[in-house]
């Protein structure tokens, strides 16, 4: 039943969202009500990924505890699993249209699903454990990212899977390998995660050691590379129509860019590691999720583990609200594309479905209160212009 499957949280979730720089701002952040978030009770151990589809109204996660599921977003409802992997679920990607799933598992296989009905149509095995999958544009083909296992190397692979074909006929080996072999000092560098660029022009594709590097999605060749973060990024998202992406680092920031020119436009200072961050696609806000590494986590209160989405405006960096409730680091958020809700996942194996109320959907940008040189209040203007209407 939906009962089994989820619950409301209690009247302590119910957070107020206060402005964490009052004094020292020149901004007016109003005060926002949360409401009562839906907690989600599907998984039995920690969460690793939790994205909407396209549309918005579904939304897929995955944990340790081997099976993604798949949930109405609009009340919570679990709408099925997907059953057949035997490791942990480290990424997973649904299609522009919500028909097909691709999973990435560290069972070193990668399983392609039909949405609707759950069936597994076909397995990809990879030589190690799987970290990352994305579908291309046009959902005719995916890339995934494996980790180094024995002799065999990192390695990033392109599977051919057209949506008119029969899956028995898709081949077992990828299109395109790309080896990643270990660096100049010996050390191994792992992929962390993978995404395709706008009309498939490059695989975009973070590591352990801070870089990205965009590689040719038809001959393998390395286009670029840059080090946005000193240490791992640990997850990178874009918005809707990939012109910007925001990285989250164990270095205690998350980074906006822009994909054209990958110029660093905005950088959002926490005072811990950063798991997840994502990008309003309705307001100039970010969301950023994270909290210290779970194997520490014992030895400090939830208090002073600080596990609570923290609210950043876009455009100023300057953090204006938090929403508490998880007792454990969150390890995926994820805002629907409608920008009425958003979904985080944490170490404490749930997942809490915030749908924002009134006062958040209406709230206005801010802006300074001082103005500088050469600018003119835009409400006065307004107000005059309105009392001469009326006056007419």
Not at 38 to 59: A, M, P, Q, Y
Not at 233 to 261: E, P
Not at 305 to 328: A, C, N, S
Request: hydrophobic content about 30%; overall charge negative; proline content about 4%.
């Amino acid at each position: 039943s939906t009962e089994d499957a989820h619950s409301h949280g209690d009247t302590n979730s119910r957070s107020t969202a206060k402005s964490s720089t009052e004094e020292t701002s020149s901004l007016r952040f109003p005060q926002i009500k949360w409401c009562r978030p839906i907690l989600l009770k599907g998984h039995e151990r920690s969460i690793t990924v939790v994205k909407f589809n396209f549309d918005g109204d579904l939304l897929f996660t995955a944990s340790k505890d081997h099976t993604p599921s798949v949930w109405r977003s609009e009340n919570g409802e679990r709408l099925g699993t997907f059953n057949g992997h035997k490791g942990t679920i480290w990424d997973l990607d649904v299609c522009r249209f919500s028909k097909r799933v691709v999973t990435a598992s560290a069972d070193a296989s990668a399983k392609l699903w039909d949405c609707e009905t759950g069936e597994c149509l076909k397995t990809f095995v990879h030589h190690g454990p799987v970290r990352g999958a994305a579908w291309a544009d046009g959902s005719n083909m995916f890339a995934t990212i494996s980790d180094p296992f024995v002799e065999h190397n990192a390695q990033i692979s392109v599977y051919d899977v057209p949506e008119n074909d029969d899956p028995s006929t898709y081949a077992d080996t990828p299109r395109l390998e790309i080896d990643l072999p270990k660096n100049a000092n010996g050390k191994r560098v792992n992929a962390t995660n993978i995404v395709w660029l706008n009309l498939n022009e490059a695989l975009f594709v973070t590591f352990d050691n801070g870089a990205i590097r965009l590689y040719d999605p038809v001959t393998g060749e390395e286009l670029d590379e840059f080090f946005p973060h000193e240490k791992k990024i640990n997850r990178v998202s874009f918005n809707l129509d990939k012109t910007l992406f925001i990285t989250s680092s164990a270095d205690f920031t998350a980074k906006l860019y822009d994909v054209v020119d990958f110029r660093h436009l905005k950088t959002y200072k926490t005072d811990r590691p950063v798991n997840d961050a994502v990008i309003s696609e309705t307001k100039d806000h970010i969301l950023l999720g994270g909290g210290q590494e779970a194997m520490s986590v014992t030895t400090t209160s939830g208090k002073v583990g600080k596990f609570e989405t923290r609210f950043f405006h876009l455009v100023y960096e300057e953090e204006f609200g938090t929403v508490k409730g998880h007792f454990g680091p969150i390890n995926a958020l994820a805002i629907n594309p409608n920008g009425r809700c958003y979904a985080s996942g944490a170490e404490d194996g749930y997942i809490r479905l915030h749908y924002f109320d009134k006062s958040y959907l209406d709230m206005k940008d801010p802006v300074p209160e001082e103005l500088e040189e050469g600018e003119e209040d835009f409400d006065e203007e307004k107000e005059i212009e309105e009392d001469d209407e009326e006056s007419d």
